[in-house]
């Protein structure tokens, strides 16, 4: 079954205390990518990336970080988490078509 | 640059009536277009996409009309259900040389009474 795992999917924690985001995908897709959802704003891009060792900043890059040292994981890093940084999180995969994880709820406090 | 304006909600329907939701966008080059459904607690899923004018796009009984010369989407469904009920999100992309971006609606929210 095609599936976009991600964890955790709730997180409250402090300013400041880093924290990672785990994103995985079975299907073998080359491009994957970043998402935050916050209401009345819809779903803007973080980062994506186009394959192993190749990632760029989408539209919101800023207090957040990438890696994608193999195809199946992207995960996303905030060094240091501020609370304008809580919302909704979503890892997606593919291209054509984007499958999306279930999401990930950080709340920084 | 590039967006996708959507119909304000929440919306609330009773089953089996008509619904629309209205989507509109902005971009520059030649999008595809999609809706994606959001059910609670979940990850957004493609409901249906076209690629290119007058396709139309349709799955579980909604479909969409690619509309250049309105710039827009919207969605339909003859009769909605109660398991209709979820956020709906219009998206564009806009291939750029290698960004696969969606560019997203606010979503709207749709609940169907019995």
Same mark, same amino acid.
């Given at each position: $079954?095609?599936?976009?795992?991600?964890?955790?999917r709730? /997180?409250?924690?402090?300013?400041?205390?880093?924290?990672?985001?785990?994103?995985? &995908? =079975?299907? +073998?897709?080359e491009?994957?990518?970043?998402?935050? &959802?916050?209401?009345? /704003?819809?779903?803007?891009?973080?980062?994506?990336?186009?394959?192993?060792?190749?990632?760029?900043?989408?539209?919101? *890059?800023?207090?957040?970080?990438?890696?994608?040292k193999?195809?199946? !994981?992207f995960? %996303?890093?905030?060094?240091?988490?501020?609370? =304008?940084?809580?919302? %909704?999180?979503?890892?997606?995969s593919?291209?054509?078509?984007?499958?999306?994880?279930?999401?990930?709820?950080?709340?920084?406090? | 640059? +590039?967006? #996708?304006?959507q119909?304000?909600?929440?919306?609330? /329907?009773?089953? $089996?009536?008509?619904?629309?939701? !209205?989507?509109?966008y902005?971009?520059?080059?030649?999008?595809?277009?999609?809706?994606?459904v959001?059910?609670?607690?979940?990850?957004?899923?493609?409901l %249906?996409?076209?690629?290119?004018?007058?396709?139309?796009?349709? +799955?579980?009984?909604?479909?969409?009309?690619?509309?250049? $010369?309105?710039?827009?989407?919207?969605?339909?469904?003859?009769?909605?259900? #109660?398991?209709d009920?979820?956020?709906?999100?219009?998206? /564009?992309?806009?291939? !750029?040389?290698? +960004? $696969?971006?969606?560019?997203?609606?606010?979503?709207?929210?749709?609940?169907?009474? *019995?």
């Amino acid at each position: $079954e095609a599936q976009v795992t991600q964890n955790p999917r709730y /997180l409250i924690t402090v300013t400041g205390k880093k924290l990672t985001v785990t994103c995985s &995908q =079975n299907m +073998n897709h080359e491009y994957m990518s970043w998402y935050r &959802q916050d209401p009345g /704003l819809g779903l803007r891009q973080i980062y994506y990336s186009m394959n192993v060792e190749v990632t760029d900043k989408g539209d919101v *890059p800023e207090g957040y970080k990438v890696s994608r040292k193999e195809k199946r !994981n992207f995960p %996303l890093i905030l060094e240091s988490p501020s609370p =304008n940084q809580t919302s %909704l999180y979503f890892c997606a995969s593919g291209s054509g078509r984007a499958f999306f994880g279930q999401g990930t709820r950080l709340t920084v406090v | 640059g +590039n967006s #996708v304006t959507q119909m304000e909600g929440p919306v609330t /329907l009773s089953e $089996e009536a008509f619904l629309t939701i !209205n989507c509109t966008y902005t971009a520059t080059g030649y999008p595809s277009l999609f809706w994606y459904v959001q059910y609670p607690g979940e990850g957004l899923q493609l409901l %249906l996409k076209a690629t290119k004018a007058d396709d139309k796009g349709s +799955n579980k009984g909604f479909e969409a009309t690619y509309r250049k $010369e309105t710039t827009s989407f919207h969605l339909e469904k003859g009769s909605v259900q #109660v398991s209709d009920s979820a956020v709906y999100f219009c998206a /564009l992309r806009i291939p !750029n040389f290698g +960004n $696969e971006k969606l560019t997203f609606g606010t979503g709207t929210r749709l609940t169907i009474i *019995p």
